[in-house]
């Protein structure tokens, strides 16, 4: 970054390469973080961040989630083989709808990185249009909350969301590769076998055994 | 009532990942719409995609992307398109449905109409909602490639069971049926198809019974 005009402003820093550590938040950034949380509470310090913007256009909290979740989109984008400059344009657009979106961001029905990855994936599918910059902006029904649930299902999905996150930290590194390549990639069993190098009934197993262990972890307490 | 007749998890999975294809995807998501089963399933995806996002590996962002992005967020956003317009006498498409255009109603027999539906994608694939007449048979056929279909509106019944509103279909060369619509109204269907012989078969299926085959 040449000029950082957000020096001192709340920030989920600490987490670049930290892809090992599941849901990403330390301890530091929580603390650095603590000042938002007090003002919007809410369960994570990015929940709050969506929600500081919704709340009164806060653009340091914007510029702490652009650094968080920018380059996490720019490189799920790359992983789905869009080439690395559009990628940074589209992660670009991505973080602009979050900023334009912030109201329709709802805690109790999805986390931040959940709705910013529903952002990220509509605004890829849209990239083959011909009014794309359009595409980025308008209202768009696949991100806003889905039709009123009870509040059960309501109160289960925050649950789920936890419970994913705390499942897929569980897994091998092995395994939440093979996971990656055939949820993203949509990749035949068989590429991803050639990619990892492994033979086609192991990367089998091992995405049987990875969905299954998170659906263990999801029904164990329903 | 909530549907009988579901998607597979695996559809369900590409759907929430975004690589299913567009107009697949319209109606496997025109089934969520009414399926709190498959909604829960599709969350669960989609949460696994937010996961796995927060654990994706970082790709650098250029210099200055920051402050491009704060100068992005201080124009005005674009003013949003018209939504789309429905014509009287369209069925309503379901809440999800968003950013799709209705074509122009095409009369293909008695009783049946068919209205390409153009979603906002760049898809190949033949999107459109078949409207069959109460109490209609349609005759024996089976379907070149892949189709995708749900009932928005009314109910069918073939051999292998009724189909209700939200119900989800999928058919290929190797399903041949002959759907009955029932008798107290119209039967509206959301169907995409990757092939491109749909129009031939669907108007060929339909003509069948009146060429007396
Ligand atoms: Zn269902």
Not at chain 1, 124 to 150: C, I, K
Request: hydrophobic share 40%.
């Amino acid at each position: 970054m040449a000029s950082d005009p957000n020096d001192g402003a709340p920030r989920i820093d600490g987490m670049h390469g930290a892809t090992a550590q599941f849901a990403g938040i330390g301890p530091e950034s929580v603390e650095s973080l603590r000042s938002v949380s007090r003002r919007v509470p809410t369960g994570s310090p990015a929940d709050g961040l969506i929600l500081a913007i919704a709340q009164r256009r806060d653009r340091e909290a914007f510029a702490a989630l652009f650094e968080h979740f920018a380059p996490r989109v720019k490189g799920y984008l790359i992983r789905l083989g869009v080439p690395a400059a559009q990628a940074e344009e589209l992660a670009q657009d991505a973080l602009v709808a979050v900023w334009r979106k912030a109201e329709l961001f709802d805690p109790a029905r999805a986390s931040a990185s959940t709705w910013i990855f529903r952002i990220a994936r509509n605004l890829r599918l849209d990239a083959g249009r011909r009014d794309r910059t359009a595409a980025a902006f308008e209202p768009d029904l696949s991100d806003a909350p889905d039709p009123p649930e009870t509040p059960e299902a309501t109160a289960l999905t925050r649950q789920r969301e936890e419970r994913v996150r705390r499942a897929l930290a569980e897994l091998t590194p092995d395994q939440v590769k093979v996971l990656r390549l055939s949820f993203f990639q949509d990749c035949p069993h068989s590429e991803i076998a050639e990619t990892l190098g492994l033979p086609l009934g192991t990367v089998k197993s091992r995405i049987r055994l990875a969905l299954a262990r998170l659906r263990a972890e999801l029904e164990g307490e329903a | 009532m909530t549907p009988r007749h579901h998607p597979s998890q695996d559809l369900i999975a590409s759907c929430a990942a975004g690589t299913l294809r567009p107009g697949a995807a319209l109606v496997v998501r025109a089934h969520i719409a009414r399926c709190p089963t498959c909604r829960a399933e599709a969350g669960f995806f989609e949460s696994l995609g937010g996961a796995l996002l927060e654990t994706e590996t970082p790709a650098p962002m250029s210099a200055g992307a920051l402050d491009r992005a704060l100068a992005a967020i201080d124009r005005p956003a674009p003013a949003p398109p018209a939504p789309a317009r429905v014509r009287s006498g369209r069925p309503a498409l379901p809440h999800g449905l968003d950013g799709v255009t209705m074509g122009k109603r095409r009369w293909i027999a008695p009783g049946v109409t068919v209205t390409p539906v153009t979603t906002r994608h760049n898809s190949r694939e033949l999107v459109y909602l078949l409207r069959i007449g109460a109490g209609m048979v349609l005759p024996r056929h089976t379907h070149a490639g892949c189709e995708f279909t749900c009932v928005l509106e009314g109910s069918f019944s073939d051999s292998a069971g009724r189909y209700d509103p939200g119900d989800f279909i999928a058919t290929d060369e190797s399903i041949e049926h002959s759907p009955v619509v029932a008798r107290d109204g119209p039967c509206v269907c959301l169907a995409a198809t990757d092939s491109p012989l749909v129009m031939r078969d669907l108007v060929g299926r339909i003509f069948q019974p009146l060429a007396g085959i």
